[in-house]
């Protein structure tokens, strides 16, 4: 069994926020995170609610990988439901004014 499923721990919300404070831009990182939100579906509500509270606390350098975060978690999720596609739908429009905000900030500057 891969390692990703070892660590199945229960879902919390500070759990959750101390993973997404982990969360870095490797493929392996979104996926272990990923496979984790997936599992704990059941919760779904509150993870896009901490998701997109965290999301707005970081700085604009870690945004678009929030943005790859919630893009595996809709996707792989689609065969479990539609839990994760409609909750996260209610939050994407302003998570990405947040981070196109942020990236033309970074590009006017540059």
Not at 20 to 28: A, G, M, P
């Amino acid at each position: 069994m891969p390692s990703v499923f070892c660590n199945m721990s229960s879902f919390s919300d500070n759990n959750f926020a101390k993973r997404l404070s982990e969360l870095n831009n490797t493929q392996q990182s979104i996926q272990t995170l990923s496979l984790w939100l997936i599992h704990h579906r059941k919760h779904s509500k509150t993870i896009v609610q901490v998701w997109f509270r965290e999301m707005q606390k970081v700085p604009p350098n870690r945004k678009l990988t929030f943005m790859y975060l919630a893009n595996d978690v809709i996707q792989n999720s689609k065969k479990k439901g539609p839990d994760f596609a409609r909750d996260f739908g209610s939050v994407l429009p302003d998570a990405y004014k947040d981070a196109i905000k942020y990236a033309y900030l970074l590009i006017c500057i540059i």
